[in-house]
């Protein structure tokens, strides 16, 4: 038991914090997941989206959240399905899931295009249908959809905690080494960089008596580290970096690069994310040094790192919603890309 603020390893995090009820049961159908598509033959592809909650209490009221829609980890998991990977979408609870994102209660609720045809003929039941103009783009996500089914290749997920996915990610991550290069991690969820220890959680809700609230949250450990070092096994993984601060964003990928030595870092600044992206990779020769967390990247190791820009035109806001062009799409032609060629090296 201890009650001061720390900073956990991921090994002194896993000691302390306890795993998710269902851990064992979700792991054990992954499992099953994996094996089939390996016998298949597919390349399989761990998705994750939607961000992250930090309860401030055990019996929980209130919590830290991370902003994410869902937006980027459903869309990108329709374009790896499309291009033959196999998916496991590990998703905030409630954010966007592939397929049905199409049709959010939000952007675009279903309701609205159903109608209800012969209610006057007496004696026949009302027939549901759908809007013609819109049956179109419903057959398109539809067919794709109960592809998908048909074929078994989407394996779904769920969180609400940083905790729930930090046991997640480590236990799914074990179960890809199996497939080793042929996995890849597309880290898109939006995680916490702090957390409460269950140890210092209050029982209860917190009550406002006492004027104003002051919580110590400790820094959850960066687990990319025993991610690239031991829990995957020649995985690509690729994370992604959000940030505010333009002048952040490229020196931060590449740091994070140098620190984890995984395969790209993809930087996105929160405001153009839907237009534009940044891939940054170490160009081909040169190796990660061993660096302490926290130490920036140095100048010279910035000539050892490679951008490349993707952007789309900014869509007219009179083009209809199906009809824009969705950066995701070629976030995933140039991810393939590179995961084949990763593949194919021995
Ligand atoms: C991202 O940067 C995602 O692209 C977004 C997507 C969260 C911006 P939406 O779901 O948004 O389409 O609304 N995800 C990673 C964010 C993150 O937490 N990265 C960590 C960091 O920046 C490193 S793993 O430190």
Redesign the pocket.
């Known amino acids: 038991m201890y009650s001061e603020p720390t900073t956990f390893s991921a090994e002194e995090y896993f000691a302390t914090q306890l795993p998710p009820p269902t851990l064992q049961h979700e792991i054990e159908r992954v499992r099953e997941f994996i094996s089939r598509q390996a016998k298949e033959g597919r390349n399989v592809v761990l998705v994750t989206?939607?961000g992250t909650t930090v309860p401030l209490e055990l019996n929980v009221v209130r919590f830290l959240d991370?902003?994410?829609?869902?937006?980027?980890?459903a869309t990108s998991a329709e374009y790896f399905l499309k291009a033959g990977y196999a998916v496991i979408f590990m998703h905030r609870q409630f954010s966007l899931q592939p397929f049905s994102r199409h049709y959010s209660h939000s952007t675009n609720p279903f309701l609205d295009f159903l109608e209800i045809d012969g209610v006057d003929q007496e004696g026949s039941p009302p027939i549901v249908s759908v809007t013609p103009s819109k049956r179109a783009d419903l057959l398109d996500v539809l067919t794709m959809y109960k592809a998908v089914h048909a074929e078994g290749t989407l394996h779904t997920l769920t969180f609400v905690t940083v905790n729930d996915y930090l046991w997640l990610l480590r236990a799914v991550s074990q179960e890809l080494s199996v497939l080793e290069r042929k996995a890849m991690f597309y880290?898109?969820?939006?995680?916490s960089?702090f957390f409460l220890p269950r140890q210092r959680m209050s029982e209860h809700k917190i009550q406002s008596g006492k004027g104003s609230l002051h919580i110590e949250m400790d820094q959850v450990p960066k687990i990319l580290k025993p991610m690239v070092d031991e829990w995957t096994k020649d995985g690509f993984i690729v994370?992604?970096?959000?940030e505010t601060d333009d002048n952040l964003l490229l020196p931060k990928a590449k740091a994070a690069l140098e620190r984890y030595g995984h395969q790209v870092v993809i930087g996105?600044d929160?405001h153009r994310?839907k237009y534009e992206v940044v891939f940054v990779s170490r160009k081909a020769g040169t190796s990660p040094r061993a660096s302490p967390p926290g130490s920036p990247t140095s100048a010279a190791n910035e000539d050892q790192f490679e951008e490349y820009w993707l952007r789309i035109p900014i869509p007219d806001a009179s083009i209809p919603p199906h009809q824009v062009k969705e950066i995701e799409e070629d976030i995933i032609v140039e991810l393939v890309k590179r995961h084949t060629a990763w593949v194919s090296r021995t």
């Open positions: 989206s939607g991370n902003f994410s829609a869902g937006t980027r980890g880290l898109a969820a939006a995680v960089d994370s992604f970096k959000l996105n929160l994310r």
